[in-house]
C-alpha cells in the first residue's frame, strides 16, 4: 500500500482530451489565475478592440485582483482625455515607482560614510555595469518628479478640485509635494562632493535660523547659556554636529531611503484612496456649480478602465521612460559630480538645488529668519488650509477670477524670484575672479578643460593676441578669455585696464600647469594682480 | 487605442534596445571613465603637492639635497630604496603609508638630513583627508614611468647648493639688487617680501638693515660673504634670536644659480 497516492489531473486531462487542447485548457487556466479574471480569449478581444460582452469579464480583475481592486472600473468620458488632469498624478505614481527601482540599484553599492561616499560614486560609475546610467536616470526622475508634483498641484489648483468634498485629497497631496521635494533635496547629500555639500549647507543654514521665541529664548540663555538654543539643535541634528560629519551623513542618508519613502508611501496609499473614494472630479464646466457628479457616470459616459485607461496609463509610462533613457544616453544629460567635498574651500557661486533657488532669491531680499522660516512657512500653511478657507461654491473658471489672478501671480512670483536665486542676481564678487572662473569653473569642466590637451602648447601667451596663437584650440581659448576681459571691464567700474596672461608649463610626462594671470588698473590707479593655478592631465577625459 | 498600444509597444522596444546598447558599451565606458579619474586625480594632487610637498621636495619633486629625498627618482620606483629599508609592499602602498603616516625616522641613506617627514593623513593626526592623500598618491606615481625611463632631470642649471665652499663668480650687486625685490629674471624669489631694509621693520624674518656690518661680527671665523651665503642655503645653520628655525623656506640652494647667490651676496654687503 502505498503511502500517498500521486495524482496529477493533468494527466487525465490529457487521456480525455489529447494532448494539445489539454495543454490549451491549462495555459488558459494560467493566465486567468494570473490576471484574476481574463482568459486569452478575453484578451485577445480586448486587442483586437471589440466591444465588451454583457457580462463584461474585464472588470473581473477590479473585483478579483490585488493589483487593480483599487482602480475604478470605468470613468467618465470626459476625464480620459488629456485635458483635465494632464495624466500628472498617474506620471507622480510611476516616478515614485522609478525612484524606487533606481534607488534600489545604487543603494547596493553605496555606503553612507564621509571616508568611502564619494568612493562608491566613482565605483558606481567606473566599475558597476549600467552604475553611471542608472545613476543619470535616479537624479533625472528626481528632477522631472518635482517638476510633475509640483505641475500637479497647480492643475489640481487651476480646476479647482481642492474644493469640497476634495479638501482632504488636497492636504494629502500638499503633504506629498513637500515630501517630494524634500525626498528630491536629501538625497542630494549623499555622494559627498562639493555640490553635494555646500548645497544642503545653505538649506541647513535656512533651518538654523529657525527662531526660539520669547520665552523660550530667555529660559535657554539661563539654562543652556543658549538663547537660540532651538536653531542650534536643529543645526546639530541636521549635520550631526557644529560642522557636518559622519552623523549628519548618516542622518541624511536614512531620511531618504528610510524615512522620506516610508511617509510617502503611506501618504500616497491616502492621496490614491481619496482620489478614488471621491472620484475622478468632471472639467469645472461640465458641473452645474456646487454639484459633484465624479461618482455618477450615465452608462453612455462611460470609459471602461480595461482597455481604454489601461493603454493610455502604460503609454504615458512607455513615453516618459523612453525620454528619460533617451535623456541619459543620446541627449547626454548626466548627473553632476564635482570634486569631494571640502568644508574649507566654498565654491565661487554655490547654489541651491533649481526648485529651492526661490527661496535662495527671498533670502537675498533680507532677514534669513523672515524670508527663510516665516515666509516658507506662510506659503505651506497657506497651501494646507487653502481648501477649508476658500469654500466659494463654484469650480468655474469665470467665478474664481481672485484666486484664478492670485495663482498667475504667485507663479510669476515664483518665477522672478527662481532668477534673483541664481548668482546672476546680486551677487558681488571680484571680476578678475570672474573671468578666470569662466575658463576654468570650479562646477563643470568648462573651456580650458575642455580644449584637447595637444592643442595646449607649452608657452606664454597674452589674451590679447589671441589671433597669434599656434593652435586652433589655444586661439578660441584666448579669444574667450579676452572676451571675459572685455565683459569684467564693462561691468565693474574697480576693473580698469584689464590684461589677462596664461602660461602651459609641462609638468609631468602627461600633466601641464596652466597659470591664469590676471593684472588691472584699480580707479585710485594703483595695479591689481590675480593669479590661479590649474594642472590639466592628458587622460582626464572631461569631454565637452 | 491600438494606435497607442502600437507606440507604446515600440517605445518600449526603443528603450530596451537603447539600454542594450549601452550595455554592451559599458566596459569600454567604465575603463575610460577609470583612466579619466585617475587623471583628475593626478591634478588634484599636482595642486596639493605644490602647496604641501614642494617646499621640501622641489616643486619638480627632484628632492633637496639635505632636506628631502627626490620623488621622481628611478630608485624610488625600481625598488631599491624600499628594499634598503625593508619594505616589503609595492611602490604605491609606500608612498600611500609615507604620505600619511609620516617618517619619524629617516632611513640610512638620508640619515644626515635634519627635517622628519610629517603625517600628512587626518586619520593620523595630520591635516589631508584621506581622498587627497590618494590625489597625492596618484601624483608621485604619475612619476614612474618618466623616473623610470630616464635619468633623474638635471637640477637648476648650475644651481648654487648648499656646499659652502663651492666657488661663487663675480657679484654684481644692482643685479642683486633687482633680484632682492624680484625683479627681472630669476627674480622668483623676492628676499624683500619677508626682509625689509629698514632698521626695526620685521616684515616676516628680520629686517637686513646694515647686514654688511652685522654678517661680519656673527659667526667667530666666517667673512661676512660667507655667513650670507649660508644664510640662504642653510637658513637654519644660524637664526636670529626670537625667530623660529625653519621660517625661512630651506630650499634656495636648489633654485638659485651661482650667479644669482653672488648677485645678492653683493648687494646685500652694500648695506652696510
Known sequence: MALFKLHLPILDDIKSKGLKPAMLAKVDDAVVRITAGLNIGDIRSVLRGDTAPRPNPRVKPHADGFWLHMKPTYYHNLVTPLYPEFRLGWLSLYFMVFETLTGVFLMVFYTPSPLVAYENMLNIMSNVPLGLFMRDLHKLGAEWMVLVVALHALRTFLTGNYKKPRQFTWFSGVILLILTIFLSFSGYLLPWDQLSVWAVTIGVSMAEATPTPWPLNLLGEKYLGDPSFIGTAINNIMRGGPQFNASGLLRWYLLHVIGLPLIAFIFIGVHYYKVIIHGHSLPPEAEKVGEDSAKRVPLDQRTYFMPDILTRELFYVALITFFAVFMVTAGGYHAPLEPHADPLVTPLHTTAPWYFLWLQGMLKLGDKVIWGVVAPGVIVGTLIVLPYVEVGPSRRYADRRVGLSAAALVVVALSMLTFMGTPWYAVSSSADQEVVAALVPQTHPGPLRTTPYDELQVGAYDAADWQSAPTPGLKNLLRQYEIELNAAEARDAMFLDGHGRMTIEQWQGNLKKITFDVTWTKPDGKPGEFTQTVYLGADSNYGD | ?272
Open chain 2, 1 to 272: 487605442m491600438t494606435v497607442r498600444v502600437v507606440i507604446g509597444t515600440i517605445l518600449i522596444a526603443a528603450t530596451m534596445a537603447i539600454v542594450a546598447f549601452v550595455m554592451v558599451n559599458e566596459p569600454a565606458r567604465m575603463s575610460s571613465f577609470e583612466s579619466g579619474f585617475t587623471g583628475r586625480s593626478v591634478e588634484a594632487g599636482a595642486a596639493l603637492f605644490d602647496t604641501n610637498c614642494a617646499i621640501c621636495h622641489g616643486v619638480a619633486g627632484q628632492g633637496i639635497e639635505n632636506v628631502a629625498p627626490a620623488l621622481n627618482a628611478a630608485d624610488l620606483f625600481d625598488g631599491s630604496r624600499l628594499k634598503s629599508f625593508g619594505w616589503s609592499g609595492t611602490v604605491k602602498d609606500y608612498v600611500r603609508a609615507a604620505i600619511a603616516g609620516g617618517r619619524p625616522r629617516a632611513s640610512a641613506a638620508f640619515a644626515g638630513y635634519p627635517n622628519r617627514m610629517p603625517t600628512w593623513s587626518q586619520q593620523y593626526g595630520g591635516p589631508l583627508r584621506p581622498d587627497q592623500i590618494e590625489y597625492l598618491v596618484d601624483f608621485v606615481m604619475n612619476w614612474q614611468t618618466a623616473a623610470l625611463a630616464q635619468a633623474p632631470p638635471p637640477p637648476v642649471v648650475d644651481a648654487v647648493g648648499t656646499d659652502l665652499n663651492t666657488a661663487l663668480p663675480a657679484g654684481d650687486a644692482a643685479r642683486g639688487d633687482l633680484l632682492f625685490h624680484g625683479k627681472g629674471p630669476g627674480g622668483q624669489f623676492p628676499c624683500s617680501a619677508c626682509h625689509s631694509l629698514q632698521a626695526g621693520q620685521t616684515l616676516v624674518g628680520p629686517s637686513l638693515a646694515g647686514i654688511a656690518t652685522s654678517a661680519a661680527a656673527r659667526k667667530p671665523d666666517y667673512p661676512a660673504e660667507k655667513y650670507l651665503h649660508e644664510s640662504v642655503v642653510l637658513p637654519n645653520a644660524y637664526v636670529v634670536e626670537t625667530f623660529n628655525p625653519g621660517l625661512m623656506p630651506q630650499t634656495f640652494g636648489a633654485q638659485m644659480t651661482r650667479q644669482d647667490m653672488a648677485d645678492i651676496i653683493a648687494f646685500l654687503l652694500t648695506q652696510k
